[in-house]
């Protein structure tokens, strides 16, 4: 029954602001992408291939993924998208608007970049292990497209 829902939602949901020009900032600058969430890949596959963003994607990794033992399920499909993407935790970020996001983050030993919500707190974001937090996608796209990603050495 949830998973029909997500199926619904997944036709129905209007991209966020900002959210294309992202995807095409990070593939633009060889920056991989993989979509992470607690809901159904399938769910997630639908809206990207429904609103045209799937070529800006790689692996997709919803909740059916995660251990059934899992104490930190969101860590733990973080965890899978850092090895299905074959980078090292250290080269890779995190975007969400979620404390929990940020948290996940700072869990997995990644990167966070928070998005202020309509509803949303920058302090709130900002609060949890060195996240940075920007104001809007578009923002986030305009940095993305101006700053090199740098490889170690």
């Known amino acids: 029954m949830v998973r029909e829902a ?10 966020t602001p900002g959210a294309l020009e992202v995807l095409q900032a990070c593939q633009a600058s060889g920056r991989p992408v993989a979509v992470v969430g607690d809901t159904c890949s399938a769910a ?9 963003l799937r ?9 059916e993924r995660r251990p059934i ?9 973080v965890r899978q998208a ?11 970020t ?6 929990m996001g940020m948290y996940v983050a700072a869990q997995a ?4 970049i928070g998005v202020v919500s309509k509803n949303g707190s920058r302090k709130h ?11 809007t996608l578009p923002q986030l796209a305009d940095a993305l497209t101006t700053v090199s990603v740098t490889t170690p050495p």
């Open 94 to 99: 995190l975007v969400g608007r979620s404390f």
């Open 69 to 77: 033992s899992s104490e930190m399920p969101g860590v733990d499909l």
């Open 109 to 112: 030993g990644i990167q966070a």
């Open 55 to 63: 070529h800006l994607v790689g692996p997709v990794i919803g909740r």
């Open 82 to 92: 850092v090895k299905v993407l074959g980078v090292e935790p250290s080269n890779c």
């Open 6 to 15: 997500e199926m619904g939602a997944a036709i129905t949901a209007a991209p």
């Open 44 to 52: 997630m596959e639908t809206y990207l291939d429904a609103h045209r």
């Open 125 to 135: 974001l900002a609060g949890v292990h060195g996240s940075v937090v920007v104001s």
